[in-house]
């Protein structure tokens, strides 16, 4: 069974901190992604990586950059969180890219005071 | 903006009762992925369909991929309140996978 982990479930920051989701997947899946969720605007990807080291932007990558320093760990930093920031962050690894199903991590909700 | 559309946003039915979502795409895709999303949780991959006109069924959900693969719909024949979620297609373009905004499902008992 193919398990993505994040680091957290709820977080709640200040505007302005420096912010880190974790997000680890023990499938060897080469292909990883960071997508926030809002309601009514289904799942927008944030970025995405193809190989270690390899990051590529995705459809709103402002105010958000990525860590890839090995395979199983993608890791999502917003360098100065900002209450527009506030969301729900899902990870998702996949074999093929974009062509086949892509397993999700349970979710980071966090809150941007 | 959105290249992959879902209609309706929202469907609350009566136990029993059918339930369909359309996704169209602007452009033709390689294939069609649906996933469901149960409240409080996360999308969880469906089922993928590949080939123009393609039908799947799994129990009471059939998929259709259309002709022109540039549409698609999920269907739930008899919706049981264990069907209450929201349904997302997504399809691969340009290297990414789109999601369309989705269509919450709510089941009256």
């Known amino acids: 069974d193919v398990k993505v982990t994040q680091s957290s479930r709820y977080l709640v920051k200040r505007t302005g901190e420096k912010v880190f989701l974790e997000c680890v997947q023990d499938?060897?899946?080469?292909?990883m992604f960071w997508y926030r969720q809002d309601p009514g605007l289904g799942l927008r990807l944030i970025y995405f990586?193809?190989?270690?080291?390899?990051?590529e932007k995705g459809d709103i990558p402002e105010g958000y950059s990525v860590s890839r320093e090995k395979k199983e760990r993608f890791s999502l930093i917003l360098e100065s969180a900002s209450t527009n920031q506030t969301s729900m962050y899902l990870c998702?690894?996949?074999?093929?890219?974009?062509?086949?199903?892509?397993?999700f991590g349970p979710g980071t909700r966090l809150t941007v005071l | 903006g959105q290249q992959v559309m879902q209609i309706p946003q929202y469907q609350h039915v009566q136990e029993g009762e059918d339930f369909t979502t359309y996704c169209n795409s602007s452009?033709?895709?390689?294939?069609i992925q649906w996933y469901k999303q149960r409240p409080g949780g996360h999308p969880v991959f469906l089922i993928q369909?590949?080939?123009?006109?393609e039908v799947k069924k799994q129990k009471r959900l059939t998929f259709q991929f259309g002709e022109a693969k540039k549409n698609s719909s999920l269907h739930i024949t008899a919706t049981q309140t264990t069907d209450v979620g929201t349904y997302f297609c997504?399809?691969?373009?340009?290297?990414?996978?789109?999601f369309g905004a989705g269509t919450r499902l709510a089941v009256h008992p």
């Open positions: 998702a690894s996949s074999f093929l890219r974009a062509y086949n199903e892509q397993f």
């Open positions: 499938m060897d899946h080469e292909n």
């Open positions: 990586s193809y190989d270690v080291k390899m990051k």
């Open positions: 452009t033709t895709l390689s294939n």
């Open positions: 369909l590949v080939k123009s006109g």
């Open positions: 997504a399809g691969p373009l340009r290297d990414k996978l789109i």
